[in-house]
T-cell receptor
Framework: GQSLEQPSEVTAVEGAIVQINCTYQ??????LSWYQQHDGGAPTFLSY????GLEETGRFSSFLSRSDSYGYLLLQELQMKDSASYFC????????????FGQGTTLQVKP | EAGVTQFPSHSVIEKGQTVTLRCDPI?????LYWYRRVMGKEIKFLLH????????ESGMPNNRFLAERTGGTYSTLKVQPAELEDSGVYFC?????????????FGPGTRLLVL
């Protein structure tokens, strides 16, 4: 089977750092992506890791360990606008690029 | 540059009726994907087009679902006849390429409610 596990909810305060973990078990693995979705909106691409290690993009960083089938999204200097759902997604096929999603983590940032 | 658009944004129909969802990808994007999120569950892949050809339709739930992409531009997803379990949010996404690092750009989704 194919499964991705991530926490359902995370709460943090403005200015803090939060880490959202994702573990996966899939038949194919060609990279791990992260998407952000604000209430009722379109999922928006945040990052992609194909190799082990850390990728940094501004306040957001993403990490991958293929040997542990594990990754995380790190959000620094949290802002109220970061309140959203965050999805990890495995690229399940190199031929089609189809994404296999986790159930999403709802991040609530409090003042 | 316009993003991925989907129509309608919401649809409420009765069980047994037919509904057609439309997706307009970003201009020039050969790759078009349909995904679905049923209430409380993860976003699931339905199928993938490259231009007008179906590359992978392994996620289509059953033969009540028919996707087309005539001319390789916009795509439609028809559900006929609709069942209660078809309720959910249907997302379309497009990408320029289909390699491992290609970004998929999602539309806002169509919220389908089958009564």
């Amino acid at each position: 089977g194919q499964s991705l596990e991530q926490p359902s909810e995370v709460t943090a305060v403005e200015g803090a750092i939060v880490q959202i973990n994702c573990t996966y078990q899939t038949s194919g693995f060609y990279g791990l992506s992260w998407y952000q979705q604000h209430d009722g909106g379109a999922p928006t691409f945040l990052s992609y890791n194909a190799l082990d290690g850390l990728e940094e993009t501004g306040r957001f960083s993403s990490f991958l360990s293929r040997s542990d089938s594990y990754g995380y999204l790190l959000l620094q200097e949290l802002q109220m606008k970061d309140s959203a759902s965050y999805f990890c997604a495995v690229v399940g096929s190199s031929n089609t690029g189809k994404l296999i999603f986790g159930q999403g983590t709802t991040l609530q940032v409090k003042p | 540059e316009a993003g991925v658009t989907q129509f309608p944004s919401h649809s409420v129909i009765e069980k047994g009726q037919t509904v057609t969802l439309r997706c307009d990808p970003i201009s020039g994007h050969d790759n078009l994907y349909w995904y679905r999120r049923v209430m409380g569950k993860e976003i699931k892949f339905l199928l993938h087009f490259v231009k007008e050809s179906k590359q992978d339709e392994s996620g289509m739930p059953n033969n009540r679902f028919l996707a087309e992409r005539t001319g390789g531009t916009y795509s439609t997803l028809k559900v006929q006849p609709a069942e209660l379990e078809d309720s959910g949010v249907y997302f379309c996404a497009s990408s320029l390429g289909r390699g491992r690092g290609e970004t998929q750009y999602f539309g806002p989704g169509t919220r389908l409610l089958v009564l």
